[in-house]
């Protein structure tokens, strides 16, 4: 990992600016970022340990833990949420079992929620496994459940 | 292909004439291929008409281009044939031979895969016959039907950069901000501020290093149409933004895209990197003396990051955090110097404005709003999408007359406006023409373009708690009207749809709000009661249902609502039993379901499974009270 953080690291010049990006290349490569990532940020761009964690915990991209390998993504928005968006969250989470926002390591599914993909005019919209779907309706969202914990 | 640097105006004209000379394929068919056409199926459409068109052996006479968002996202995938304009909406990959074979081979059209509404047999084959498009005026969405998002060869064809050729070739900086000025250009980004105007004080700050920010943050929840630009045509924000530079004396810019935008993030990226292989990005762009770069910012992710100054804050490395203004970014932006942030619709109005002339672009609009806007056009309405209207036209013509009015069967209620920093506007307000000061006069504000239409099912309760926890979750936190405000009214909001709202809530709410306007740093936090304080002008009487008679009239809030079994009505089928998450249903003793009001949730889930011809789940729009358990009459 160490390397792998390394060759990030210096593809980037040591200003304060490339840090945000450092972040977003980190967790492509290792899809979530650890301890060590923050430490090595803080020292190459001269930031305080503590000002990463606080820029980290800031913006929702980013994330202190590995991330599962089914995700659901439940967009929240407002044109989705005057379609019904509130119940397809709620029917995700009764049927994953888990709260959104939270994982369920069992079944290997994170259930998010979003503000807005910009698919508007397709509300209510989902993302399942980086697959966007629209006008997704309460009674399909078994199928799409059953479809995806099935699958290995 | 790799593009040759192009290294004066001479050179880019003669380019640009040699594209548009060149033989094409007669007919074009073009897949919009934006993230909502993609959502909806759009690569398996193009892949299915590949495979049938070189099974025919049309190569030749047909090409198939993958394009923008042409703002018909409702009809998602679709295709546009030119040169007749022929729209097939909701294309399924099955029917591709036999568009194929009428259309492509045949030059027939077919009926059957035509546009007709859902009440009529008329059937609206070509572009110009939608009734949606009556009344737009799409000086940028129409060249989304044709541009190819990833050539610039394609956007060369198109007339781009001539803007850039004809700055080039002899206006001066301060002329091109008198163009930009006299053409009454204002921001799409929300404030509404004159562009030229902005330009001119980043201009007056002199030689000094400054720099240009295009805000494609677009945070607003249900708004899209920043994402539809910079998918569609990057190549003219990048021309608008390039004559911006040249213009306020600026050699590098930034494109900050919100993360939840790949597709925009690639397309932006692929731009940029032809634009610069063109030399049309760097040093001594067109072999003149103005250098000019640009660099793609991906967001993190934080409603708030748009503001500003706090998307400026973004860009240097740290928390999206807003601060005091003045100063203002055009005094002291990036890194402290003088910078001017533009939104992407902005930008992408420029090139237009320079090619055209002010007078051609201030001929459409209103006295003090010129142009055009897009508006995302979506919620309860029959046709969701972009659409792009001149300013002026009456919100009645844009929701009715563009997006078809009502969903069957139902009413309009309101539409919301700018989105967590606007109002709703009730229907007797739809005769208001769509401009900056009309919205702001009326409660709410034109915002960025979010048009979201809520109809008789939608509550306002509901709605305005949504935006307020909207504005929770974003704020920074820095200042307490902000932070505690939108917590309290959360609060009541919540206590109101619980059921357990008092008549004095409303009056808190309105108190909070007004401190939170008065008192808050930055624009999000004196904005964010807009959605409460139009809620208690327009649908006052709506709220007092809910606190003082226990009544929800859209049947939304769930501690106002209940289900009930009528069992006179009741097959027995206790299809409701199984399908009750709750466990809230038993069957009785004398052998019908009934809902326990304690353990019951009010999801509904009972109603949704009730065989429509018995229906014999009713649903009150009134607190249960233990509304006659089992069936009403006992
Ligand atoms: C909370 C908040 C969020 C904002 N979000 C955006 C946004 O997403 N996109 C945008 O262009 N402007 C946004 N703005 C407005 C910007 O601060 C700024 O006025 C705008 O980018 C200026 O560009 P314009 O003059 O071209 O409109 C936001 C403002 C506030 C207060
Ligand atoms: S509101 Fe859900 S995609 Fe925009």
Known sequence: ????????????????????????????????????????????????????????????????????????????????????????????????????????????????????????????????????QGRVQVSKVPEIVKKLTGKK | MNQKRIRTVGELRALRTRLQAAQKPPRLVSVSAASCGRASGAMALAAALDEEIGRRGLEGSVELRLTGCHGLCQFEPNVVIFPEKIFYPNLVPEKVPWLVEETLVHGRIVPELAFRESSGSQIFPRLEDLPFLKKQVRWLLDRHLTLDPGRLESYLEHGGFMALEKVLSGISPEEVINLVQASGLRGRGGAGFPTGLKWRLARQAGQTEKYLICNGDEGD?????????????????????????????????????????????????????????????????????????????????AFVSGEETALIASIEGRRAFPRQRPPFPVVRGLWGQPTVINNVETWANVPMIIEQGPSWFARMGTAHSKGTKIFSLVGKVRYTGLVEVPFGLTLREVIEEVGGGPEPGQRIKAVQTGGPSGGCLPASLFDLPLDYESLQKAGSIMGSGGMIVIDEATCIVDLILYFLRFAREESCGQCAPCRLGTARMVRILEKITRGEGRPEDLELLEKASWTMREASLCGLGRTAANPVLSALSYFRDELQRHVLDGECPAGVCRGLISYTIDKHRCGGCLLCLDACPAEAIEVADDGYPRIDQKLCTRCGACLTVCPADLSAVIKLNKKGAGAGEGSREE
């Open chain 1, 1 to 132: 990992m160490t390397e792998k953080l390394e060759t990030i690291l210096a593809s980037l010049p040591a200003e304060r600016r490339y840090l945000i990006l450092f972040l977003h290349l980190v967790q492509q490569e290792l899809d979530y970022l650890p301890e060590e990532a923050l430490r090595a940020a803080a020292d190459y761009f001269a930031v305080p340990p503590a000002e990463v964690y606080g820029l980290v915990t800031f913006y929702s991209a980013f994330r202190l833990k590995p991330g599962c390998r089914h995700e659901v993504t439940v967009c929240q928005g407002t044109a989705c949420h005057v379609r019904g968006a509130g119940e397809l969250a709620a029917e995700f989470s009764r049927l994953l079992g888990v709260r959104p926002g939270d994982k369920n390591p069992e079944k290997g599914v994170a259930l998010r929620t979003v503000n807005c993909l910009g698919c508007c005019a397709l509300a209510p919209v989902v993302v399942v496994d980086g697959e966007y």
């Open chain 2, 221 to 301: 929840p249900g708004a899209y149409m920043d994402r539809g630009l910079l998918e569609s045509n990057p190549f003219s924000i990048i021309e608008g933004m390039i004559i911006g530079g040249y213009a306020v004396g600026a050699a590098l810019g930034f494109i900050y895209i919100r993360q939840e935008y790949p597709l925009a993030i690639e397309r932006m990226s692929v731009a940029l990197e032809k634009v610069r292989e063109a030399g049309l990005l760097g040093k001594n762009i067109l072999g003149s003396d103005f250098s000019f770069d640009l660099e793609l910012i991906r967001g993190a992710g």
